[in-house]
């Protein structure tokens, strides 16, 4: 018979959440100590006083107000648990520590479309910071994943939405 954990008071413990490690750069790190911050001392003293007036105004079941501020409040209070939770296991990598020709977290490799003959340039940074239309992507990205463990001269195959594309890596550099 199996045995299950529980607590003092017998209810069974929850599984610990994932506690992999996020990888991120010191930017994408400062990034999100910002947001959290303007989360907590912006938004939530906004949301509460919105909360306040809405409930000045009497009857909270026709409220819409008061419905919209306690979503608001619902999603910035996810959002401040999913900030922490990041933070508390990110993995911070200095890329100014990191180099060589081998493509990995923090590299910005630059590759050419040998369809197009057009040279395109992506930094793989960690989920958090991607921005496709700054050229940085997520290290989790189909794009990324296949220039990972590849070097200057290799050339690999991507399934992009347009299709198939073959790429070249040209360069890694650490910037």
């Known amino acids: 018979m199996a045995r299950h954990?529980?607590?003092r008071a017998g209810k069974p413990l929850e599984a610990p959440q994932d506690m992999n490690k996020v990888p991120m750069t010191i930017e994408g790190r400062d990034a999100l100590d910002e947001e959290l911050k303007f989360l907590k001392t912006v938004e939530r003293p906004t949301i509460i006083q919105?909360?306040?007036?809405a409930r000045a105004h009497g009857d909270l079941k026709e409220?819409?107000?008061?419905h919209a501020?306690?979503?608001?409040?619902?999603f910035v209070e996810a959002r401040v648990k999913d900030i922490e939770s990041r933070l508390a296991r990110a993995q911070v990598i200095d890329i100014k520590d990191l180099g060589g020709d081998v493509v990995k977290f923090g590299a910005t490799v630059t590759v050419i479309d040998e369809d197009t003959e057009e040279e395109l340039q992506y930094k793989i940074v960690g989920e958090d910071e991607a921005e496709v239309a700054e050229g940085k992507i997520s290290v989790t990205s189909p794009l990324?994943?296949?220039?990972?463990g590849k070097e200057i001269g290799d050339v690999?195959?991507?399934i992009a939405?347009?299709?198939?594309?073959?790429?070249e890596i040209l360069k890694v550099t650490w910037v």
Request: glycine fraction near 10%; proline fraction near 3%.
């Open 144 to 148: 990324a994943r296949a220039m990972i």
């Open 50 to 53: 919105a909360i306040a007036e």
């Open 69 to 74: 501020a306690k979503e608001r409040q619902g």
């Open 5 to 7: 954990c529980r607590d």
């Open 63 to 66: 409220n819409a107000e008061y």
């Open 161 to 167: 939405p347009g299709g198939a594309r073959s790429l």
């Open 156 to 158: 690999f195959e991507v």
